[in-house]
């Protein structure tokens, strides 16, 4: 029997990102699939309609739990929006950029305080369910996961 030469591969914090939001979308389309839902049809059919509006709810963090208020407007050709993080007496904001869905998940980044944020959420029984990345540089500095409900 021959051997192949097998190239070897090193993980690195940008691949790392990249394959948790490829198996959040993967997870995401297969729940879209499975629901019965309105709000799984309402994505299908016109995500604007299913993921614009203002949002709000609770976050869990690796330095603490806040909450999050996401406003996400469609203007009939983009995504624009503003993502409002309050822990312990303070806010801070950011914009949402390069919004993308795919049936019922969304991806979206952010950059607040030096860092580049990575949101990942899905539809899920009336609530956008999700994760956000930290990162500065290729080095993953925190992470969170948060349930919004629409307002």
Known sequence: MSQRNRTSYRSTPLVEMATLTLLLIVVGCAGAAKSSGAS???????????????????????????????????????????????????????PVSGMKIEGNSCTFTGYMEEMNLLFAARLEEGHLKGSIMAYVGDEEVGAATFVLAKK
């Open 40 to 94: 799984g049809a309402a994505a299908a059919a016109r995500p604007e309609e299913a993921f614009a509006g203002t949002w709000q709810g609770p976050f869990s963090a690796d330095i603490g739990d806040g909450d999050i208020t996401l406003v996400l407007d469609w203007d009939g050709e983009n995504w624009t929006g503003e993502v409002t993080i309050s822990m312990q007496g303070e806010a801070m904001f950011t």
